[in-house]
Nanobody, 123 residues
Framework: EAQLVESGGGLVQPGGSLRLSCTSS????????MSWVRQAPGKEREGVAA????????YYGDSVRGRFTISQDNVKNTLYLQMNRLKPEDTAMYYC????????????????WGQGTQVTVSS
């Protein structure tokens, strides 16, 4: 089973930025489609960004498009999520996930998950 480890979460004021990282010591990220998924208390999981391994294209959810950027450093075997212009509604636990999905922003199509990193946007 793949092991994914996220980091970079924290408390930030509205309008601020954070960069999340996800790495693995047990498998090569570029061999899979990778996604960032978030879940706020009482809400469903939401796929916010993904990189599709077939064409290396990024995909974004409507709520974050234009503010978040997903990227991957294959040398460091690390996935990133740059989050700019953060809003209070971005507050959630953020997970990275790996898999071979058909629908790249659908969380249920990913098999391997990290433990998550908390992002809180508040003044």
């Amino acid at each position: 089973e793949a092991q994914l480890v996220e980091s970079g979460g924290g408390l930030v004021q509205p309008g601020g930025s954070l960069r999340l990282s996800c790495t693995s010591s047990s498998f090569t990220l570029r061999q899979y489609s990778m996604s960032w998924v978030r879940q706020a208390p009482g809400k469903e999981r939401e796929g916010v960004a993904a990189v599709y391994t077939a064409d290396n294209s990024p995909y974004y959810g409507d709520s974050v498009r234009g503010r978040f950027t997903i990227s991957q450093d294959n040398v460091k075997n690390t996935l990133y999520l740059q989050m700019n212009r953060l809003k209070p509604e971005d507050t959630a636990m953020y997970y990275c996930a790996a898999g071979n999905p058909v629908r790249v922003l659908l969380p249920s199509e990913y098999n391997d998950w990290g433990q998550g990193t908390q992002v809180t946007v508040s003044s």
